[in-house]
């Protein structure tokens, strides 16, 4: 298998985004309540080619390869008019994305107590093997800079009990600002990984989750599939109080290949979690945030 240089430097973008979004501290959410017992946790957001197939179905143009065809089309075969201009000293970064470049999610089961039907990024609690967060001499040092160990075994260790993927192909990169989810007592920790060497993924317990699929990036940054989700938590003594978070609209044959009506929706958590490091990375596109629709229920 050939080394996609574009590619390469999608994996670039994601160690400046984890730095970026470590500079700018924890996610802005609600604060933990006094005397609230927290737990910890870690998820994994894996990002890199399940394949060699293009899995776009976007409109958009894949970014950073898409001059490189239209060059061709101008009859600079090789394209080495885009190289050029990639390649200048002091030129402006720009976006890595190509068609074959995923994210892996995971919709929790219907049947479970907390966040039944959600798509989110495999994860979980940590466990007593996976070591102890506290350690100061229990650190790693990644490409984005040095992390905890314990959060890096316990999203590695989820991801592989919920989807089956091999821990030893994927690169982690970096960890993102431990957050705190108050809806579920969870102090949260991102960890950003590469998959460098990608193998089939599936459900492997379906009493945990109901689907696992891979999500194209260029997707997942098309400003027509995306919007804003709001949940309204009605009250006797003060008006509806509205969360919101971004959202993404995944179609149907995506994440399930036997079929199926509507779209799979990422919003809440994940969402938020989502559109930080998009656009951290410089991935991200304009999009109506104005566009406001109701949680998926």
Known sequence: MTV?????????????????????????IPEVPPGRTMRESAVLILVGALDEVPAVTSSLPAVGGQDRHE???????????????EETPGAPERPHVTADLDLLLVQRAATLRAHPGQVAFPGGRLDPEDGDPCATEDRLELPAGSGQAAYVRAALREAEEETGLDPSGVEVLGLLPRTPLTVSSHQVT??????????????????ESSLVFRAPVLDLV????RHSAEVRVPGPDYP???????AFRIPREITDPAGGEGDVVVWGFTGLLLDHLLTAAGWSRDWNTDDVRPAPR
């Not at 060059?71 to 201009?85: F, I, K």
């Not at 098309?222 to 599939?225: A, I, T, V």
């Open 4 to 28: 996609d240089p574009i590619r390469c430097r999608a994996r670039t973008d994601l160690i400046r985004a984890v730095q970026l979004l470590n500079q700018a501290g924890p996610l802005r």
């Open 71 to 85: 060059a061709a089309g101008r009859g600079d075969r090789d394209g080495s008019r885009d190289r050029g201009r």
């Open 190 to 207: 991102p960890v950003v990984g590469w998959w460098s060497k990608p193998v089939s993924v599936d459900v492997v317990d379906h009493r």
């Open 222 to 225: 098309d400003p027509s599939r």
């Open 240 to 246: 509806d109080v509205r969360h919101r978070s971004p």
